[in-house]
């Protein structure tokens, strides 16, 4: 499976951006989808993450109320919808896969896309 995200770009605090990340090849139903992101600087953290079959969904704390994440299981996409934008929340945004289960670490994750960078001003 390969990933594509998309999406990314330059807004002012307080607006919205809709990620995309399609996967080629096929997701099994116990497969995880994830994003994260990394700042400048900073490790890769977790944002947010879905259950391919279920749909069950869990968030970090800091998008918690301003993140969802959502996936078109015809299209195999998975969406992350990123409302009242913060400058912190400015990053390159990664999508990934876990085989493994839930994790919020991106060791948990053995495929990755590629990136796409969210800026976001003050």
């Known amino acids: 499976v390969q990933l594509q995200a998309s999406g990314g770009g330059f807004v002012q605090a307080g607006g919205s951006l809709r990620l995309s990340c399609v996967a080629s090849g096929r997701i099994f139903s116990s497969h995880v989808m994830g994003w994260f992101r990394q700042a400048p600087g900073k490790e890769r953290e977790f944002v947010a993450a879905i259950r391919w079959s279920g749909g069950s969904t869990y968030y970090s704390d800091s998008v918690k109320g301003r993140f969802t994440i959502s996936r078109d299981n015809a299209k195999n996409t998975i969406y992350l919808q990123m409302n009242s934008l913060k400058p912190e929340d400015t990053a390159i945004y990664y999508c990934?896969?876990?085989?493994?289960?839930?994790?919020?670490?991106?060791?948990?994750?053995?495929?990755w896309g590629q990136g796409t960078l969210v800026t976001v001003s003050s």
């Open positions: 990934a896969r876990s085989t493994g289960g839930l994790s919020y670490t991106a060791s948990g994750y053995p495929t």
